[in-house]
């Protein structure tokens, strides 16, 4: 029997990830140290407190039963409280909050839940891929919005797609403090595509993960500070990062009563919600002391550091990203033309050092490759003495672009 074609498999490119995923695991296998900078996946236990917090809910039986798709009141209402002290919005956590089992997830089942086929979405390019990917899952059409040289075109760019979109877009995906990219904005930013947004009906999803991450004294801002943006904006979060919850898979949306109920009607049908206790020490992480979240925040400034003057030590200057967990870095000369995929390949060959590719995240990204900080300052150290070896190596025997002699 031939293999079928799915329809919406086959629309997804293939999984670029995986190649050094496969590569980096193969390496391993034969006994080599490969330090590993790729998956954004925190390295650091999740906070005492909260694992607690687990243990003590997971002792009632009563909480291994069926828990509610849409979150269960008090975690909603512990959101709504962040909202509140964080941003100053106030949130109703009946209507306009929804937990999820990660952002991701909440992402890609409101994209099946508002999502018509032949829908245009607009996405910035390069990206998490679960902001173009769980739309064109979902049956739609991508338009990108590059943003790998900068923001200052973002708007006139964005004018640029809705002018020439047919049929109209239906929504437009931020994500700001930015994976992979580390770029941030102010609230003057979303301003002008509120105000587009609103004049041409199109929905706003903002999904902020990194908003705790962040390194110039400069809290990153909510679209939902805007009030004209309450109407057409979802915002997801997500435990993951701020609180080394990767693993516990527990995030949540706000904003449009709209969108929420949309979202959290799609998953009555589709789940029962993340497993009680998971939920329950959430809400011990979002209203308990957050000093853990002051500590997680210094220790990557200080690993951002680290690899950063590690670069460019090795003669490879990158800039510092003022937030997120990530150094977007651009391939180095004389490497640049070979693109990202064969030279994160190449990397791992020759200095050990496992990164993601940046055409993982859209082909603007095919210059750079990204950076997790999610080994501890000493491993960075090493990958940045392996790599300025490595580059030095190539630049005494003149490499040619595309290749490294060992």
């Known amino acids: 029997m031939s293999q079928p074609e799915f329809h919406r498999i086959k629309r997804l490119p293939p ?38 917090k687990l243990v003590e809910a997971v002792q009632n039986p009563r909480t291994h039963r069926y ?49 018509s086929p032949g829908d245009v979405i607009l996405v910035p390019n390069p990206s998490y891929p679960i902001h173009p990917f769980g739309f064109m899952l979902a049956g739609a059409a991508l338009r990108h919005i590059p943003v790998s040289d900068g923001l200052d075109g973002f708007v006139p760019a964005l004018e640029r797609a809705i002018k020439h979109s047919v049929p109209k877009p239906s929504a437009l995906i931020v994500s700001f403090p930015a994976n992979p990219t580390g770029q941030t904005v102010t609230l003057d930013f979303y301003r002008p595509i509120v105000d587009l947004c609103l004049k041409h009906g199109i ?111 090795a003669g490879w200057k990158v800039p510092a990203p003022n937030a997120s967990m990530f150094v977007w870095a651009r391939i180095p000369e004389p490497f640049a033309e070979m693109g990202s995929l064969d030279f994160a390949k190449l990397l791992m060959q020759e200095a050990k050092v496992a990164v993601s590719p940046g055409i993982g995240f859209g082909e603007y990204g095919d210059s750079h490759v ?37």
Not at 36 to 47: K, L, R, S
């Open 203 to 313: 929905y706003i999803l903002s999904d902020i993960a990194y908003a705790e991450i962040y390194f110039d004294g400069n809290p990153p801002p909510s679209v939902l500070q805007i009030p004209e943006a309450r109407e057409i904006t979802v915002e997801f979060n997500s435990l993951s990062k701020t609180y080394n919850m990767p693993g516990w898979r527990v995030g949540f949306g706000v904003g449009s009563k709209t969108l929420i109920g949309a979202l959290a009607k799609f998953k009555s049908y589709v789940d029962y919600g993340a497993f009680t206790p998971i939920q329950v020490a959430a809400t011990a992480a979002l209203n308990g002391p957050q000093d853990c979240v002051l500590e997680i925040r210094e220790m990557y400034r200080q690993r951002r550091d680290v690899l950063v003057e590690g670069l460019a030590q």
């Open 370 to 406: 990204r950076f997790g900080l999610v080994e501890n300052t000493q491993r960075i150290r090493q990958a940045c003495r392996s790599i300025k070896t490595f580059l030095d190596r190539a630049r005494k025997q003149n490499a040619p672009m595309g290749a490294a002699t060992p």
């Open 67 to 115: 828990s509610q798709s849409r979150g269960i009141p008090g975690l909603r209402r512990a959101i709504s409280a962040y909202y509140k002290r964080r941003f100053d919005v106030d949130i109703d956590p009946e209507t306009e909050a929804c937990v999820t089992i990660g952002s991701k997830e909440g992402l890609a089942n409101l994209a099946q839940a508002i999502t």
């Open 15 to 52: 999984y670029v990830f995986a190649e050094v995923n496969a590569m980096k695991a193969k390496a391993r296998a034969a006994g080599e140290d490969i330090i590993d900078m790729g998956m954004g996946n925190p390295d650091q236990p999740t906070p005492p407190h909260i694992v607690a």
